[in-house]
């Protein structure tokens, strides 16, 4: 996260109450950061595109964005995919030299969050105990005789109270997924 996220979601939020004053402001200070993530990757030219089709898309999504999560995160999201369809354009793959690695890959705690973030959503959907059990099972690992002995469940309860909450999510995903 970087050190004026407090200020830029601030921003945002009185951008989006109507403050025009405000959204300038964001999208100034946002232009300076998207022309440095763009120049490293495609040089100055393509760069200047990009840092204005990002301002666009992030003025024409600018209702999406939820405020409980990170500001920074939904436009890295933007920008990163804005950057994708560059690439896609000119056919280009992206090489990085292997002293970049490091950077490279810690740009994707954005999409890890988004990850954590949705799995959270879809277990608040379980009842307490069937989401204590999901967690401690398939999400970090405890073995089903630890969570039987922890809950006083024996362990082929514990597995089928897994199994079925695990199967009502799937359910809730494809209907989800069907009529919405």
């Known amino acids: 996260m ?9 921003w945002m939020i009185a951008g989006q109450a ?5 959204y300038r402001r964001l999208l100034a200070a946002l ?5 440095a993530y763009y120049v490293r990757r495609v040089g100055p030219a393509t760069a200047e595109d990009l840092v204005q089709e990002t301002l666009i898309g992030i003025h024409s999504r600018r209702a999406t964005y ?13 920008a ?4 994708i369809d560059e690439f896609r ?28 973030r949705d799995v959270q959503k879809l277990l608040d959907r379980l009842p307490e105990a069937k989401r ?8 970090d690992g405890m073995s089903v005789a630890d969570a ?29 997924g069907r009529g919405n």
């Open 2 to 10: 970087i050190a004026a996220e407090p200020q830029y979601r601030d």
């Open 148 to 176: 039987a002995a922890r809950t006083g469940m024996s362990e082929t309860a514990v597995k089928v109270s897994v199994h079925r909450a695990i199967k009502s999510l799937g359910d809730d995903l494809g209907e989800g």
């Open 18 to 22: 109507g403050d025009a004053d405000a």
């Open 31 to 35: 232009t300076k950061h998207l022309r």
């Open 66 to 78: 939820d405020p409980a999560q990170p500001f920074t995160a939904w436009v890295y999201g933007i």
């Open 80 to 83: 990163r995919y804005k950057l």
């Open 132 to 139: 204590r059990l999901v967690q401690d099972i398939k999400l």
């Open 89 to 116: 354009r000119v056919k280009r793959r992206a090489t990085v030299p292997l002293d970049e690695a490091p950077e490279l890959f810690a740009n994707d705690d954005a999409e890890a969050s988004a990850a954590r």
